[in-house]
């Protein structure tokens, strides 16, 4: 069973404070990885994806991506409280066409 | 440039009773892909549709059903409902011919009494 493991947090940051999100896949062939922000009782909104290793900047956020390690990861600077959400990591599945997603990431931004 | 779009937004079903949810993909996407999401998990994958076929499907059982059109809009059709089928159906469309990435729609909320 091909896994995605994110910590469910909550994860609780001062504004302006840099917030780090974590993740970690199951499938070593995976060469597709993705970040989605979902706010309560929204659908989730595509805010990054990397195909290769090493970051991928985009605003405040960068997208880093380990794949000897199976590890990707968000960093958000500047934390806002707009970026109070859960954050699901996704990764596409190898030989497939179905992308899977871990549980999501709480994230707090205390103003 | 119209996103992706799913109908209706909330449905309230009894137990036993059947569903069908709609979905729009985004202009110039031909791929959709539809996911169960309970309260407090991520987007469950069950099944991806491309040109009129299912391309793949997750650990659904043969309740869950679905449907592309010439259109690339679908369906996901739900039979015997149980209440273990109450959550959020999100509909996602991606491009065969561009990259992986896939964009959501609002959701349809389903309810099983």
């Known amino acids: 069973q091909k896994e995605v493991e994110q910590n469910s947090g909550p994860l609780s940051v001062p504004e302006g404070a840099i917030a780090s999100l974590n993740c970690t896949y199951s499938?070593?062939?995976?060469?597709?990885f993705f970040w989605y922000r979902q706010y309560s009782g929204k659908s989730p909104e595509l805010i990054m994806f990397i195909y290769s290793n090493g970051d991928k900047e985009d605003g405040r956020f960068t997208a880093q991506l380990n794949k000897a390690s199976q590890y990707v990861s968000l960093l958000i600077r500047d934390s806002q409280p707009s970026d109070s959400a859960t954050y699901l990591c996704a990764v596409k599945d190898t030989g497939g066409f179905k992308t899977i997603f871990g549980a999501g990431t709480r994230l707090f931004v205390k103003a | 440039d119209a996103g992706v779009t799913q109908s209706p937004t909330h449905l309230i079903k009894t137990r036993g009773q059947q569903v069908t949810l709609r979905c729009s993909p985004k202009?110039?996407?031909?791929?959709v892909s539809w996911y169960q999401q309970a309260l407090g998990q991520g987007p469950q994958f069950i099944f991806q549709?491309?040109?009129?076929?299912?391309?793949q499907r997750g650990n659904f059982p043969d309740r869950f059903s679905g449907h592309q059109f010439p259109n690339y809009s679908s369906e996901l059709n739900v039979n015997a409902l149980l209440l273990g089928d109450s959550a959020l159906y999100l509909c996602a469309s991606s491009s065969l011919q561009g990259s992986d990435e896939q964009y959501f729609g609002p959701g349809t909320r389903l309810t099983v009494t």
């Open positions: 499938d070593r062939g995976s060469q597709s």
């Open positions: 202009s110039g996407h031909d791929t």
């Open positions: 549709y491309y040109e009129e076929e299912e391309r």
